[in-house]
């Protein structure tokens, strides 16, 4: 009887105190809300829903100003300002003009800058002051500079570059950067293409505006559907695009464990078992494959609120945890219609062989002895 002692202890020490990675499979089904005390309901995945993405409103309250809080009417001034720098072509259709010598009747006279006085220095018509002036007011002094040396003289003044009225675009762009402003009123997706685009899909990017001190921000597939979004851009504007794509986390016997991104209402969670690399051979019970979630419940508004806001649903979210039984087959078919949502756990429990090899294990390493005395310290 006395030889059986040390193993019924061993198992009653596996019983309530398992060396292990985490959770076991029979913790979840105790598992409740810390300040409630509410038990977290564990369903079967053939009880699940096979595709809560598809299913959920969008992301956004169609009620969000979003960026509609910075519309405007675009950049229309074309004053000329200090640093501009502006192309000059002068045009002569007269026989005995200032081309008749010349095949062509055009001249290039080049690009030039507004100084810090507000002046540029033109071949023919010498300096003149161009600060607060528009392109179109400088064409006609140049014509009216030229008359005596061509017959019926015209110039073009186009706008190069516009140092004063630019903005910048940051973040998740393939070519962030300033960027000028032109006659055409560019707009944020104008400003996003100029940048090479968004780095990630439109579903994982957020677009922020920032003007002054004005913030505003929207998702860029709101942005791609939604004119009121798509504001005209002023001077100083600054946009940045950031990468809020969803991601799951997997703990556990998996062969990669960590935080895994992907693209909304696209990943299975077939897929993103491959993505950690499968379960773990040697160690994982594949008949306790757990996935976390804090499942959106949406409902709609109390009657006072909706009679203000008529179809508006609030979201609120409830722990639930989806047991996966990789023995079934038919869970492996169902794995395929199940869609990871942002912010899941995937969780795999150890086997209770491999829990027990580890106590078993720890008892098995012999009991530390005492160290030999040294040479000449008195000890018999």
């Not at 706008?159 to 910048?168: E, L, N, R, Y």
């Not at 160690?283 to 203000?308: E, G, H, I, M």
């Amino acid at each position: 009887m006395r030889k059986l002692a040390p193993f019924v202890f061993v198992a009653l020490l596996s019983a309530c105190a398992r060396p292990s990675d985490g959770p076991t499979a029979g913790g979840f089904y105790s598992a409740s809300m810390p300040h409630t005390n509410e038990r977290i309901p564990v369903v079967r995945l053939a009880d699940a829903p096979m595709n809560p993405v598809a299913a959920t409103p969008l992301a956004y309250s169609p009620t969000e100003p979003g960026l509609s809080t910075m519309r405007s009417g675009g950049f229309a001034d074309n004053r000329l300002r200090r640093g501009d720098v502006i192309e000059v072509t002068i045009l002569d259709t007269g026989e005995e003009g200032l081309f008749s010598s010349t095949a062509s009747k055009t001249l290039t006279l080049g690009r030039f800058t507004v100084d810090s006085a507000g002046t540029v220095t033109l071949p023919f018509v010498g300096r003149q002051r161009v600060l607060e002036s528009s392109p179109e007011a400088l064409q006609a002094r140049i014509v009216n500079g030229l008359k005596g040396s061509a017959v019926n003289p015209q110039a073009v003044v186009t706008v190069v570059d516009k140092p004063t009225s630019g903005f910048t675009v940051n973040g998740g762009v393939r070519s962030a950067g300033r960027f000028p402003l032109t006659a055409r009123k560019e707009r944020v997706l104008d400003a996003i293409a100029l940048a090479g685009g968004a780095s990630s899909a439109p579903g994982a990017a957020t677009v922020t505006l920032v003007r002054g001190k004005q913030r505003a921000s929207a998702p860029l597939d709101r942005v791609l559907n939604d004119d009121r979004q798509n504001v005209y851009l002023l001077p100083d504007d600054q946009l940045y695009v950031e990468d809020d794509a969803p991601t799951f986390t997997a703990f556990g016997a998996f062969k990669s464990v960590g935080e895994f991104q992907f693209e909304a209402g696209k990943l299975t969670l077939a897929q993103a078992l491959g993505r950690a690399g499968g379960l773990l051979d040697d160690r994982a019970d594949a008949s306790n494959f757990y996935v976390l979630r804090n499942q959106p419940v949406y409902s709609q508004v109390a009657a006072a609120t909706a009679a203000k806001n008529p179809g508006t649903t609030v979201m609120t979210t409830k722990p639930v945890i989806y047991r996966v039984d990789l023995h079934d087959v038919a869970n492996l078919a169902l794995m395929q219609q199940f869609k990871v949502m942002d912010g899941d756990i995937l969780y795999a429990s150890n086997s209770g062989m491999v829990d027990f090899a580890k106590l078993f294990t720890i008892y098995q390493k012999s009991v530390p002895t005492a160290a030999a005395p040294l040479p000449g310290s008195g000890g018999n």
